[in-house]
Structure formats: C-alpha cells, structure tokens
C-alpha cells in the first residue's frame, strides 16, 4: 500500500518490498551494519524515483512532495527521503499488527468472530475495539513533563522523561467497560491506539481503512479460518514500543 501510495512502479514491487523488509527488520539484527548496502539501494532507488517525478509529475505523494511549498519554499531531497523514511517506519508495521493481532483476537473470541461474520455491518466498531484491545502502538514516544505534575498519587517532577504506556490507557475501567473483554460492537470507545493531541497519527484514517477492508476481506474469503496451533505458542515480538505476533499459523 505504502509503495502505491508513494508511486513505486508495479514492476519495481517485489525489490522495494525487499529493501524496506530489511530495512525496517534493522533493529531485529545484532549488527544492524550489515544492512548499510540494502539502506543505501534504497536510497539510491528513492533518489532516482525523486528526480523523475521533479521532471515528470504525477499522481502520487512523492510528485506532492516535491511540489510542496510552504512560504515559497521547496522541499530539499533530504527532507523529502526524511518524509518517506518516516511514512515507512511509522505507517508499516504498524497496521501489519493492526491485522496480524487482530486477526488473532478474534480467532480467540469466537462469539465475536461469529457475530462480525453474521452482521458485517459492524466492521467499523470492530477495527475500533481491535485497536482498542491489541493496540499495535503500546507505548507513546517519550515525552518530558512540562511542570510539577501529580498524577495517582505520585508527582512527575518538571524536565523528567514520561512514558505513557497506551496499552494499559486502553483498558482504563473509569473509561471502558469490561476493559478486558473483546466487544466488537463496543459503544463507548474513545481509545488512545492513535495517540492524542499535537502528535496524532497522521495515518488513523489509512490504517482504519487498511483493517476494515483486509479483515473483512479474509472473514469474506475463508469463512472457516481457525488457528492451527494452540493459542499459548503464538509469540509475540519483544520491543516496548510495538506490540504484535511473530506470526499467525491458520487452517482454512
Ligand atoms: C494501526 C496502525 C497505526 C497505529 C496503531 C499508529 C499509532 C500511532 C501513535 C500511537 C502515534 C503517536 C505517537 C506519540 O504520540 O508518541 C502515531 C504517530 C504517527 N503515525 Fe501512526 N499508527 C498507525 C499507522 C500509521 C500509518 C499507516 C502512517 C503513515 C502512512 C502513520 C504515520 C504516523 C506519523 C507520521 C506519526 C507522527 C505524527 C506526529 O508526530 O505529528 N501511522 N501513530
């Protein structure tokens, strides 16, 4: 999605898949220096791709990039590759949780599963309490308190760093209830899966749609999916900052 929406050519897919797998797997490796070579074919690719939609725009986010202009100014090749890099690294893994996980919940949740698959109509409520409950971003990035601040008791001094762990906001039981059941049709659901305030995804509307068309799609598909292994071995990613499976074994 992300290399349509850029204007990758279809052609060029299965190297830029390549390229940006093993760039965003750069923290998985012990010695992320072996992926210098693949980062620098991808920039040299982006590079190439930049300078052909500067002397022939088209219909993409690239062209629009290049184009864009904030008080006569353009902007540079380095801030246009910085924008794709973060599109990359914020936009991929992400939803791939948003599916992977989700996917799972509801394969441990038959009656929900059974429900969204008799009243598809409820899609919509569903990725919103799949994002609520698996929430593919646990942890907000780092943030420093601003003022003396006493929260619960305890007083976050002015200047130290705060972590907020959006998993745990998600199954608050003064703003949900029955925060640890899985409710698709969930009414009240004003979840922090998308952050809040200034920094809010910039992706929400994607990422929504993304999960509401590959969930119903696969439910439409193989109405009879089941996990093929026991619950218990499914193994989720290690990291604070995202939360999904390593991967999700199904019969069909
Ligand atoms: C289910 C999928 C996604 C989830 C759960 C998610 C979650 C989040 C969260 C929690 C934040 C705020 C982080 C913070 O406040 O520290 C954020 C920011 C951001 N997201 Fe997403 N995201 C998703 C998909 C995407 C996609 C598809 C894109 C781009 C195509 C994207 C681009 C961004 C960007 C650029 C920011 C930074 C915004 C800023 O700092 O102003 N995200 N996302």
Same mark, same amino acid.
């Given at each position: 999605m992300i290399g349509r929406i850029l204007g990758v050519p279809a052609k060029d897919n299965a190297k830029f898949h390549r390229w940006t797998q093993a760039f965003l797997s #750069?923290?998985? %490796?012990?010695?992320? %220096? %072996?992926?210098i070579p693949t980062i620098m074919s991808l920039l040299g690719y982006l590079k190439k791709l930049i300078k052909a939609r500067r002397a022939q725009p088209t219909d993409d986010l690239i062209t629009a990039l290049v184009l864009a202009r904030d008080e006569g100014d353009h902007l540079s090749e380095d801030e246009i590759l910085a924008m794709i890099f973060l599109l990359l690294v914020a936009g991929h893994e992400t939803t791939v949780n948003l599916i992977g996980s989700g996917t799972f919940a509801l394969l441990e949740h038959p009656n929900q599963l059974a429900r969204l698959q008799a009243e598809p109509v409820l899609i919509k409520t569903a990725i919103e309490e799949l994002l609520r409950f698996t929430c593919p971003v646990e942890m907000a990035t780092e943030r420093y308190a601003r003022e003396d601040i006493t929260l619960a008791g305890v007083t976050i001094p002015h200047g130290e760093l705060v972590m907020a762990v959006l998993g745990s906001a998600n199954r608050d039981a003064k703003y949900f209830d029955n925060p640890d059941e899985l409710d698709? #049709? *969930?009414? *009240?659901n004003r979840h922090l899966a998308f952050g809040q305030g200034a920094h809010y995804c910039l992706g929400a509307p994607l990422s929504r749609l993304e999960g509401q068309i590959a969930i119903q799609t696969l439910l439409q598909r193989m109405p009879n999916l089941s996990l093929s292994i026991p619950s218990e071995q499914i193994r989720w990613r290690g990291g604070f900052v995202l939360r999904g499976i390593e991967a999700l074994p199904v019969s069909f």
């Open positions: #750069a923290s998985n %490796f012990k010695n992320p %220096f %072996f992926l698709i #049709a *969930r009414e *009240r």
